[in-house]
């Protein structure tokens, strides 16, 4: 059984992971955005999806904001 110290050294590192899911998802949106998504996107313009939804942007900022949890608890504990 692990030590109390050890116990709490993990379930820090275990919330500081949930706190950088969302930065590093919307962070991955903006770069994708910037620098665009390659090759992936030629296929899909060829297949005529045409969907204002599809692609990786609007998918990394659903995962943004699916991972946003952590974050709005962080900023309700604040008096």
């Given at each position: 059984m692990p030590s109390p110290a050890r116990r709490d050294a993990a379930?820090?590192?275990a919330d500081?992971?949930?706190?950088?899911?969302?930065p590093a998802f919307a962070l991955m949106a903006?770069?994708?955005a910037v620098l665009g998504d390659g090759g992936t996107h030629?296929?899909?313009a060829a297949a005529g999806s045409g969907s204002p939804l599809g692609g990786m942007v609007?998918?990394?900022l659903l995962m943004s904001a699916v991972h946003s949890a952590p974050w709005l608890r962080l900023i309700g504990r604040r008096p």
């Open positions: 379930l820090g590192a500081c992971l949930c706190l950088a899911a969302a903006l770069l994708t030629a296929l899909c609007p998918m990394y």
